[in-house]
């Protein structure tokens, strides 16, 4: 039976063959989902660690399906891509997220995920095609992938962030310390910034792990002289402990959760009123 990775088995817990039926019905709503254009970006803040300005925002995916409701792009995503469905749903999302931004008034940053799927020839010459269309300007976008998009074969890797940061592009690489070769990857590419995955995040006054963990990707980062934004902040309390070590940039449900585009602007608002 095919599996989807991530997804399949935390999702749904009815027998195999129920759970057949449901991976079938959840691809057929996906194909639809993608032809009528219904997958949604949202957004969520990233912020400046010292003053809580608001620097940027991470476009997320969301997809309601009308049958079976809000379903998480941890699973949609991996459907998406096991089904070569990945490149429409980036491209459309990006392209309403942009259309959005090139609407509002500040130049904030825009983060968007790329899939290891996407990271080919095609990547650049969309992406350009993207920024005319929109008008967007190339150096408030950020790229964030994954080692997975890179390892096997850096040397096309380097080539793609090359052009990349030639247009002004920011790279990040996302979910750092999580893979099996995190140091690998960042010695030999020229990423911009790292984020520090969320699983790190967390309870950093109580657990000793975390916070080392966290306090050595930090002075890491300001060593080779590459921004960082920490992830899943939920607490102030590491908010502080982040704060203290000079993170500058952080992302978490403490400051917000993704967002729909309409309350991005009550958002900034009432922030800026802060
Ligand atoms: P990610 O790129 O690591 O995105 C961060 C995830 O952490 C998001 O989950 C976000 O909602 C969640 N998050 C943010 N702050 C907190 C927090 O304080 N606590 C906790 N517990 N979680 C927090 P989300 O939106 O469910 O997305 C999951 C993953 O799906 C993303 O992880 C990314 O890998 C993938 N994804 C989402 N949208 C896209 C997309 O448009 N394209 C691609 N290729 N992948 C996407
Ligand atoms: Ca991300
Ligand atoms: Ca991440
Ligand atoms: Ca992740």
Redesign the pocket.
């Known amino acids: 039976a095919k599996q989807y990775g991530r997804g399949g088995y935390t999702f749904y817990n009815e027998d195999l063959g129920d759970q057949l039926k449901q991976q079938a019905l959840l691809e057929e709503e996906l194909k639809g989902a993608v032809e009528r254009m219904d997958i949604e970006?949202?957004f969520?803040p990233i912020v400046d660690i010292e003053n809580g300005h608001v620097k940027g925002f991470?476009?997320?995916?969301?997809w309601t399906s009308p049958t079976l409701g809000a379903v998480?792009?941890?699973i949609f995503?991996t459907i998406a891509e096991d089904m070569g469905l990945?490149d429409a749903?980036?491209w459309q999302?990006m392209r309403k997220a942009l259309k959005v931004a090139a609407s509002w008034d500040n130049d904030l940053f825009i983060a968007?995920?790329?899939?290891p799927h996407?990271f080919n020839d095609e990547l650049l010459m969309n992406i350009k095609w993207q920024l005319s269309e929109s008008k967007f300007d190339p150096k408030r976008m950020e790229i964030?992938i994954?080692e997975n998009a890179v390892i096997g074969n850096m040397d096309e890797a380097r080539v793609a962030l090359d052009s990349l940061k030639d247009l002004g592009i920011q790279v990040s690489l996302?979910?750092f310390g999580t893979g099996f070769s995190s140091l690998a990857t960042l010695s030999k590419l020229p990423f911009d910034k790292i984020?520090i995955?969320?699983s790190f995040v967390t309870d950093l006054d109580s657990m000793p792990q975390n916070a080392k963990i966290v306090g050595a990707i930090l002075a890491l980062a300001k060593s080779m002289e590459i921004a960082v934004t920490a992830?899943?902040?939920?607490t102030n309390d590491d908010l502080n402990f982040l704060s203290a070590h000079e993170c500058l940039q952080g992302?978490?449900?403490?400051f917000a959760?993704?967002m729909h585009a309409q309350d991005v602007s009550n958002f900034l608002a009432d922030a800026n009123e802060l």
């Open positions: 970006p949202f969520q991470e476009v997320l995916s969301r998480p792009p941890d995503i990945i749903i980036t999302v968007f995920n790329m899939s996407l964030e994954t996302d979910d984020k995955d969320k992830e899943g902040i939920e992302q978490g449900y403490l959760r993704p």
